[in-house]
């Protein structure tokens, strides 16, 4: 072969080869970026990638969320209800009605021989509500007392605007909770599942259903903000779920419902100074109200315990006094004589720790506890008294609110509340430096303390001839001389008294 042919081929050979290897790369670099960018979706809502590796991407799955957002409206919304009511009044309405006043001022009021009927007005309201069990014809509506409780007439109008007569069941102002009935015989009215509102936590995703403003079928989103919250309106006693689920007038008595489809709130008040949303409603627990539905529905009221204390918030130097500073609870400071806190034993500045073993951390959580307590049933009451616990055994009454709280108030034993003598309280009671003892900050009329002439503002120097320098000398001396009269040394405007609270 001569020597340009030899080269010749080599040459070709190296082009060839040239060739290949840029063509191979070429399909092996297309191969592997259309495997790195073909990943598919994930299935679910994801907050973090499973391998939990730090510093990765959270993947949110929108679609998928929608789509739990969809399945629970459809769910649900068919068994929220708009509630229209009508309360009828006698009289004239503001602003409305009768002879202008100038026509009184000159020609005098027209006299009223008794034949002239009264003036009927009709003044119309509205809430929400959800279908919460059926009997047969008759199904059950679950809303809020203040919807209801001065009803004259109640419509009850679905989602698919069927409107049906509504009757109230039983009411129960003490939860704002209250229970309609409408009666038919359509078979297909759905019924709402009731879920675990005790496991709701915060950051979960809830949904408020009603008819804000008259808006029907109306669906609002949120989040969870807050659980266990006290100091409802109108000394409603519920440990309200706080949501930013946007409540409006109107979505009273409509559910709060969990991705789940269940109801797990009934929406009953919102915090607002401007009458509309700011992002902090507030619904009554539905765990709060299932056994008030079957109560409803029994006897058509709601039944609750009753132990028989008063057990108003303590000042932080009380309980410092008391060796309870870090210690959760809820203090007696008054027993009702008579009551079944009384006779099993239990007296004031007890400081009550449990009730059948689940904690309690304020005293609304007692009110919540015992309330729900039934009524001739025995509960354990884990108590610290003077520095030591104990345990008592109580069978529980039955909470009467005109004999418990309005005729037992000459009862209430000894119907005072007593504060340390800090600088503070003597400069706000203008106590001089040289009296000692516990301040009275309040007494409750027709009590026995009252009785005893005793005021807001007296320093307490002895008890039994005990001498009572703070809140543990106090209670230590008055819980010896409970159920008989008890002689009370104390000091008015510097002058030293004495007087006796009648056991």
């Not at 009215?189 to 259903?209: E, F, H, R, T, Y």
Request: with cysteine; net charge negative; glycine share 12%.
């Amino acid at each position: 072969m001569s020597k340009n042919r030899f080269f010749y081929s080599r040459k070709i050979l190296f082009s060839n080869l040239v060739l290949s290897g840029v063509i191979i790369g070429f399909v092996l670099s297309m191969v592997l970026f259309s495997c790195s960018t073909a990943v598919e979706p994930p299935s679910a809502v994801q907050a973090q990638q499973e391998s939990g590796e730090r510093g990765q991407t959270p993947v949110i799955d929108a679609q998928g969320l929608q789509d739990s957002f969809r399945a629970t409206v459809e769910r649900i919304l068919p068994t929220v209800v708009q509630i229209e009511i009508i309360e009828i009044r006698q009289g004239t309405p503001q602003g409305g009605g009768g002879a202008a006043p100038w026509f009184d001022f000159f020609f005098g009021e027209p006299e009223d021989d008794g034949s002239t009927p009264t003036p009927e007005f009709r003044n119309p309201g509205l809430g929400s509500g959800v279908i919460v069990r059926r009997d047969g014809d008759t199904y059950y509506v679950l809303t809020n007392d203040h919807v209801v409780s001065n009803a004259d007439e109640i419509s009850v109008t679905l989602d698919d605007l069927r409107e049906f007569h509504g009757q109230v069941v039983g009411t129960d102002p003490r939860r704002d909770l209250a229970l309609v009935s409408f009666e038919t015989d359509e078979p297909d009215i759905l019924i709402a599942p009731l879920g675990d509102s005790s496991q709701l936590q915060v950051g979960d995703w809830v949904l408020a259903m009603g008819s804000p403003f008259g808006f029907q079928s109306t669906v609002t989103a949120g989040i969870v903000s807050a659980t266990g919250r006290m100091g409802g309106p109108q000394g409603n006693i519920s440990d309200f779920i706080q949501t930013d689920a946007a409540i409006n007038r109107g979505n009273s008595g409509g559910p709060l419902v969990n991705l789940a489809g269940e109801v797990v709130g009934i929406n009953t008040w919102i915090t607002s100074q401007t009458g509309g949303s700011m992002g902090l409603g507030f619904s009554i627990p539905i765990n709060n109200a299932r056994r008030a539905i079957d109560q409803f529905i029994e006897t058509g009221e709601v039944e609750y315990g009753w132990l028989g204390v008063s057990i108003p918030d303590t000042s932080s130097e009380v309980l410092e006094e008391l060796g309870l500073s870090r210690t959760l609870g809820a203090m007696i400071h008054n027993v009702f004589r008579g009551s079944p806190a009384w006779e099993y034993g239990l007296l004031p500045g007890d400081y009550v720790t449990s009730v059948n073993g689940a904690r309690v951390r304020t005293p609304q959580e007692l009110t919540l506890l015992v309330g729900d307590l039934i009524a001739g049933d025995d509960a354990e009451f884990g108590v610290i008294r003077l520095g030591e616990r104990m345990t008592f055994t109580v069978t529980i009454g039955r909470r009467d609110d005109d004999q418990a709280v309005l005729s037992a108030q000459g009862n209430l034993w000894p119907g005072l509340r007593i504060q340390s003598l800090t600088d503070a309280v003597r400069r706000s009671f203008s106590i001089p430096s040289g009296d000692d003892g516990v301040v009275i900050s309040a007494v409750e009329s027709r009590t026995p303390a009252a009785d005893a002439g005793l005021r807001r503002g007296d320093v307490i120097t002895a008890v039994n001839g005990e001498d009572t320098s703070d809140a543990m000398d106090f209670y230590r001396a008055l819980g010896a001389g409970s159920g008989a009269s008890v002689r009370v040394d104390y000091v008015r405007n510097g002058q030293p008294r004495q007087t006796t609270i009648n056991g």
